[in-house]
């Protein structure tokens, strides 16, 4: 970490070193025929980053990885998983780090959906004395 | 008073944060949360004829532990790391490979050039062996001992100055 | 010669800039003699600047590959405005573009600004100064643009291609401008605490600078996303990525500023906190620069990093954020604030609306910064999109509904909470509600409601003309309305974006037809064109809903130097929505890879940002038209204004 980067929009320009020449696959670049699976697909794969990418979705990314778990997401959404399995299933192997939707489940998050109902209390006690009381 | 030094306060932790940023050797990669579990089920077609495929199963029955190497022809750091391997398969470390996303033709033009440390070896065109161990890229290298369980996880090209960690970690998985 | 001489007229600006920090010091301590110096020197060094920043724009025009950056960032084959924009595409000659703008905002706020005290003023000036500095002292001594190379190089490593865009040529200027401009509004509010002359006038010189940074920040932040938008391929145009966010912060505070600024004017009330925000401002902007460019945390975006840098300009912004906080805490105390508010008043309006503001700004940074406090407690982990739409969607509605009622309440008074006309878009946010759900429109509750509430609020917003003659209307009211209307159109535009876009992801060999919400597009076929310093592979898309075809060209690039692929989407505007369509791998046996969108009204987005801009235009420019006429009727009546010092 503490050489020296000097990294110009790495995760956009992939170089062209290959990552493999095999064709991507089946459902990389391809969408499920039921609409509805589809649906619930893409809004998954909106919310899974990459793993190989500067923080992309899978949903966003050219790398083959994501082509992957692409056809991994749509794959099982076929077969009659939800999303929330697929999600776990991921979560499971790479941590909460591969997706993007923080669990409110989870204590690590618990500060994060505090923080607008700490940050409204504190605002509005900040302005307390700011106002008039309504005239009766 | 003390309030009105609050934002100075907020100043204070934010750059304390960021200079443990700057500063702490920080992971690149995202870890495999799988060390310590069994090895998620997954069968892998053979690679390349005259050798074994790769599945969960043949992992869970092994004498002792493994390693277990995914890598791709097509993979730079792969080509780094080889001649390690080869030496360790040479002390009689058993190792089963992962080809990722690749073609016969091309792992065999691969292991001619950089020799063939593999027992067996599984080809996972879709990644999917790879995301079932939790693995984010090649090469990564896995211990799994005799009873299947996962016991130690590397990112990354294995170099020399890993073998020290992978030693130790083999001695416990034994 | 030239890069030479160049770096020598910054070393002696840097050096007048010291000299300015001094005199500035001198003065507040009571020398008002020589208080008389300080403008010309100000001006005097922002010329040595804006030299020297001409001279590296030379010299990337001549690719000068004697010179280091030029050679690291340039190449002879690139275009001339990539040539050109490659001056400031980098981290030195981007640091040196913050200085130029610096210190000639420094200078304009020298020349122009003629009605504050003098005391505040020499002490504006110092604490601009002082933030030169450290400034000049990053450049000169870690971060030199003017470098030579020996021997010289024989060709330059080029320009990443994706900065190639005429978007992205004048994206970070423009940034700049903004993210720069609030630091007089920093320097400004310092002055004031420091001379303790926090009030009505502090506020009315501090509006412009405001104005104008929050003007830039927003033309700034459009540009960014719109090039994300069309040349990223995504079809998205805000991620909530780490770099976009730290352009967001900037804005939001400066959002929060201008109406609490307007406060200040208006009722010499909210002193502790306007200057509070007039700090969070440019604070925000240095710790934006700070995340963008020290690299710790993961973006797309991330350009030009490296730690080092990233270290020192950690140092900065504690050193003058924490000054600054430190003189808040000791002086702010003296500062008697006015009378309670009304709570149906234009001032109470404004204050939830900076509240509210302040909410989520603190949202953005706590979501951007979290991953790190958790990677220090041991965990890795995301915030993206989901998060940020989640607590900031229904804030950033409840402001829209603020809008209805804010901008036509009476300064002081209570009053009756709605307008006619806020009534009426009231009524119509709730009809088009009823709506969504009889057209049986399958939305989320945020789509649904900012499809509602953004025909209304375009409806209220338009409150405060209500009664007027549209010709006298003074322009900053014209200005406001257009701003807020501009939001109604934009909040429009983001929830059918959300709701609406249609998308296909096909492999398609010539010939084959595909069906994208209205539209059938048919693909005729790929074939190679070449550009100056790229080859490309183009395929050719006819479009067709009843009326007559479209024709779009998406093409996958290939740059050589460096060896990098780009895809350049192609769109296609109609009145009601964007088409878009992106080619991916392929060849002429397998098909080729295409990702085609229908995105409805998205069109709206770029209309609604557009229209917000230039409402703080009409704003800043009917204000200077005022300022001016006011001094000619001045000038006119025989009185010649007593310059304060």
């Known amino acids: ?136 | 008073m003390v309030r009105r030094f609050l934002p100075l306060l907020l100043l204070l932790s934010f750059v304390g944060i960021a200079i443990w940023a700057l500063t702490a050797e920080r992971e690149e990669q995202v870890r495999s949360k799988l060390v310590g579990q069994p090895v998620p089920a997954f069968a892998l077609e053979p690679a390349i004829e005259g050798k074994p495929g790769l599945s969960s199963a043949d992992l869970a029955q092994s004498e002792g532990p493994r390693l277990v190497n995914i890598f791709a022809s097509w993979c730079l750091p792969c080509k780094a790391e080889a001649p390690l391997l080869d030496a360790l398969a040479g002390e009689g470390v058993p190792i089963d490979g992962i080809a990722v996303r690749d073609r016969p033709s091309d792992i065999l033009a691969f292991l001619d050039e950089h020799g063939d440390p593999f027992e067996r070896l599984g080809n996972d065109p879709r990644s999917e062996a790879m995301i079932a161990l939790g693995a984010s890229g090649v090469p990564e290298t896995f211990i799994v001992d005799g009873r299947g369980v996962i016991r130690y996880h590397h990112q990354g090209p294995l170099m020399p100055a890993d073998l020290p960690a992978l030693r130790a970690a083999w001695e416990e998985a034994r | 010669m030239i890069a030479e001489f160049a770096h020598g007229a910054l070393w002696l600006a840097a050096a007048l800039c010291l000299m300015q920090l001094g005199l500035g010091v001198a003065a507040l301590r009571g020398e008002q003699a020589i208080s008389r110096a300080i403008r010309p020197i100000a001006a005097i060094q922002a010329l040595l600047v804006v030299t020297a920043f001409a001279a590296l724009i030379w010299l990337f025009w001549r690719t000068d590959l004697s010179v280091a950056l030029v050679a690291a960032n340039s190449h002879s084959a690139k275009p001339l405005l990539y040539k050109i924009a490659g001056a400031w595409g980098n981290h030195e000659g981007s640091m040196l573009l913050w200085l130029t703008v610096l210190t000639g905002s420094g200078a304009l706020f020298a020349a122009f600004e003629k009605r504050l005290e003098a005391r505040t003023m020499a002490a504006s000036l110092a604490a601009q100064a002082a933030i030169g500095i450290g400034f000049f002292a990053f450049l000169l001594l870690s971060s030199n643009p003017f470098e030579r190379l020996n021997p010289s190089a024989v060709e330059g490593k080029g320009l990443n291609p994706l900065l190639q865009d005429p978007g992205l040529a004048f994206h970070p200027p423009t940034l700049y401008l903004g993210y720069v401009g609030l630091s007089v509004a920093f320097s400004l509010a310092v002055g004031a605490m420091l001379t303790g002359s926090v009030g009505s006038a502090l506020a009315r010189a501090m509006r412009p600078w405001v104005l104008g940074s929050w003007i830039f920040l927003t033309a700034g932040i459009l540009a960014g996303s719109y090039w994300a938008y069309y040349e990223l391929g995504w079809g998205g145009y805000w991620f909530w990525d780490p770099v976009e966010n730290a352009s967001l912060m900037p804005w939001i505070a400066a959002t929060a500023l201008l109406h609490s600024v307007g406060v200040l004017a208006a009722r010499n009330a909210l002193k502790a906190w306007t200057m509070m925000l007039a700090l969070i401002g440019f604070s925000m902007s240095m710790v934006g620069t700070f995340l963008v460019r020290s690299g710790i945390l993961t973006s797309v975006h991330a350009f030009a990093v490296d730690p080092e840098r990233g270290a020192f300009i950690l140092f900065l912004l504690t050193f003058y954020i924490g000054a600054a906080l430190l003189i808040f805490g000791w002086k702010i105390g003296h500062v008697r604030d006015s009378e309670p508010f009304e709570p149906v008043s234009r001032e109470g309006a404004l204050v939830a609306n900076n509240l509210l503001l302040s909410v989520i700004l603190a949202l953005v940074f706590i979501g951007t910064l979290y991953p790190i406090l958790a990677e220090a407690m041991g965990e890795q982990i995301s915030v993206g999109p989901p998060y940020f739409n989640t607590v900031i969607g229904p804030l950033a509605l409840i402001l829209a509904l603020l809008l209805f009622v804010g901008p036509k309440l009476r300064w002081r008074r209570g009053g009756p909470l709605f307008s006619p006309l806020g009534i009426a878009g009231l009524l119509l946010s709730a009809a088009m509600l009823v709506i969504t759900f009889l057209l049986g429109w399958n939305l989320t509750i945020l789509e649904r409601l900012g499809l509602s509430i953004a025909p209304g609020l375009a409806l209220a917003s338009l409150a405060p003309l209500w009664g007027r003659n549209l010709l006298r209307t003074p322009a900053p009211i014209t200005g406001m309305v257009v701003a807020h209307l501009g939001l109604a159109v934009l909040l429009a535009g983001m929830a059918a974006e959300s709701g609406f876009t249609k998308e296909r992801l096909v492999l398609a060999r010539p010939g084959e037809q595909i069906e994208v919400g209205p539209w059938t597009m048919e693909f005729e076929g790929t074939r190679p064109v070449a550009g100056p310093n790229w080859t490309a592979v183009e395929a050719e898309l006819r479009a067709s809903r009843g009326s007559g075809p479209v024709l779009l060209k998406p093409q996958s690039r290939y740059f050589s130097s460096p060896p990098t692929q780009t895809s350049e989407a192609a769109l296609a505007t109609d009145w009601d929505g964007q088409l878009y369509a992106v080619i991916g791998q392929g060849s002429e046996s397998e098909g080729w890879q295409l990702r085609l969108w229908w995105k409805p009204l998205v069109t709206l987005i770029w209309l609604g940002g557009f229209l917000v801009t230039l409402g703080g235009l009409i704003a800043l420019i009917g204000r200077w038209w005022g300022e001016w006429r006011r001094r000619r009727r001045l000038a006119g009546s025989g009185y010649r204004e007593r310059r304060a010092w």
């Open chain 1, 1 to 136: 970490m503490r050489k020296l980067l000097f990294v110009i929009g790495l995760g956009l320009s992939l170089p062209l070193a290959a990552q493999g020449s095999l064709a991507p696959a089946d459902y990389a670049n391809r969408q499920l025929e039921d609409a509805g699976q589809e649906a619930r697909a893409a809004a998954l794969m909106e919310e899974l980053r990459c793993l190989v990418c500067q923080g992309q979705s899978i949903a966003d990314s050219d790398a083959d990885m994501a082509g992957d778990m692409r056809h991994l997401v749509r794959e099982r959404i076929q077969r009659g998983e939800s999303p929330a399995e697929i999600r776990d299933y991921l979560i499971e192997r790479y941590g909460e780090w591969v997706s993007y939707r923080p669990a409110p489940e989870r204590p690590i998050f618990w500060p994060l959906y505090l923080a607008p109902v700490l940050l409204l209390l504190i605002a509005g006690w900040m302005v307390r004395r700011r106002f008039r009381r309504p005239r009766p």
